[in-house]
């Protein structure tokens, strides 16, 4: 069993940046493939970035968020710049240990944290 929790949400003005942080714990945390998804009120859950053999984003994030882990401390972190009142969400996280291409559904995945809320203001 992995147990995920996120922390670093917050409330913050358009142009700001966050760090989320993802910490993992149960199972062998280097082998699994991490990603990022938010899910905003009345609309699905969406994906924003993964990191495993490589890393791969959201049209929607590019250029303005970064996934990067940390195996030694069993986490993963999302920065996020440049922050848009339309960023509002929760924001949670995620791991699978399927082998494969790059995995960008929900189904894909495991392991889910509890989420953490993002709240930009305008």
């Known amino acids: 069993q992995v147990q995920l929790v996120e922390s670093g949400g917050g409330l913050v003005q358009a142009g700001a940046s966050l760090r989320l942080s993802c910490a993992a714990s149960g199972h062998s945390f280097s082998s699994a493939g991490m990603a990022w998804f938010r899910q905003a009120p009345g609309k699905e859950r969406e994906f924003l970035a993964t990191?495993?053999?490589?890393?791969y984003y959201a049209d929607s994030v590019k250029g303005r968020f970064t996934i990067s882990r940390d195996n030694a401390k069993n986490t993963v972190y999302l920065q996020m710049n440049s922050l848009k009142p339309e960023d509002t969400a929760v924001y949670y996280c995620?791991?699978?240990?399927?082998?494969?291409?790059?995995?960008?559904?929900?189904?894909?995945?495991?392991?889910w944290g509890q989420g953490t809320q993002v709240t930009v203001s305008s």
């Open positions: 995620a791991a699978t240990y399927k082998m494969g291409p790059v995995r960008i559904n929900e189904y894909e995945y495991d392991y």
């Open positions: 990191i495993s053999w490589t890393r």
